[in-house]
């Protein structure tokens, strides 16, 4: 059974920094492309970053390139994802997603697996 779980959300001042992570089994962990979606209240459910399962490539929205770091290790089969210069509109629950053998896909339909998410809320 694949099991997705993040951790490392909570309440942060804007300008301030989180890191997020997502703890994978049940899965062959470096087949799986990996990425990290979002949703605010609202507001439907937008991509933000991902992580190749094969050659090291990444790929961030635009509304958080230069912000945003993804990382894996594939030895803890974790994804990590670190944000930097938090905005109020950075506030969601951020969620991990899997997808076996996929490319940098931005479209949630492209993954099979989903974590249940962990709450991300910047303060102005």
């Known amino acids: 059974q694949v099991q997705l779980v993040e951790s490392g959300g909570g309440l942060v001042q804007a300008g301030g920094s989180l890191r997020l992570s997502c703890a994978a089994s049940?899965?062959?962990?470096?087949?799986?492309?990996m990425g990290w979606f979002r949703q605010a209240p609202g507001k439907e459910r937008e991509f933000v970053a991902a992580?190749?399962?094969?050659?090291?490539?990444?790929y961030y929205a635009d509304s958080v390139k230069g912000r945003f770091i993804i990382s894996r290790d594939n030895a803890k089969n974790t994804v990590y994802l670190q944000m930097n210069s938090l905005k109020p509109e950075d506030t969601a629950v951020y969620s991990c997603?899997?997808?076996?053998?996929?490319?940098?896909?931005?479209?949630?339909?492209?993954?099979?697996?989903w974590g249940q998410g962990t709450q991300v809320t910047v303060s102005s």
């Open positions: 997603a899997a997808n076996r053998l996929g490319g940098l896909g931005s479209r949630g339909n492209q993954y099979e697996h």
């Open positions: 049940g899965l062959t962990f470096g087949s799986y492309t």
């Open positions: 992580y190749s399962w094969s050659g090291g490539n990444t």
